[in-house]
């Protein structure tokens, strides 16, 4: 049996220099990803953390980086005992069409049984809306913690 997988794919209106900007950037992610900020030298080897109001939630390490086409690093979920599970992969691939770009974000390597899945077949799509929103209008969107089945996110 193959192990589970996300795929996630949009057309954002930008170009691929400023839908890279906008991953790995730390001001300007903590403004779609409800306050976290995205951390690293985005060199290939090097750490790779998501740090929410002070706390590391997510930890890995740069796989790929060929900018502005494609991203991809290890992934550990940290604060939550219940989604500590080996660390799985994360790829960002970005594809220009004119005025647009494709981007396909793939999450796998889950274990059997995964919690962490669940979360982020919820938290990715959200997180994605939120950047496609920024990029294309410069304002973020009022997720209501609900629609992720839990209370209202604040974004800065």
């Known amino acids: 049996m193959s192990k589970p997988e996300f795929v996630y794919v949009t057309y954002i209106e930008t170009t691929p220099e400023k839908l890279w900007e906008a991953l790995t950037n730390v001001e300007f992610s903590k403004r779609y990803w409800f306050g976290t900020e ?4 985005w060199k290939v080897g090097s750490p790779f953390a998501l740090v929410t109001d002070g706390k590391t ?40 069409y004119g005025n647009l770009v494709k981007l396909t974000v ?23 809306s ?17 629609a992720l089945g839990k209370e209202e996110l604040t974004r800065s």
């Open 57 to 96: 939630t997510d930890t890995g390490q740069i796989l790929e980086a060929d900018r502005p086409r494609r991203l991809s690093y290890t992934f550990k979920h940290e604060l939550y005992e219940a989604m500590r599970e080996p660390a799985t992969k994360v790829a960002f691939t970005i594809e220009p």
């Open 106 to 128: 793939t999450h796998e390597g889950f274990v059997e049984g995964s919690k962490l899945v669940g979360a982020i077949s919820t938290g990715w799509p959200a997180i994605l």
């Open 130 to 146: 939120g950047l496609k929103s920024m990029l294309e209008t410069g304002k973020p969107l009022a997720i209501p913690r609900a």
């Open 38 to 41: 995205v951390k690293s030298d």
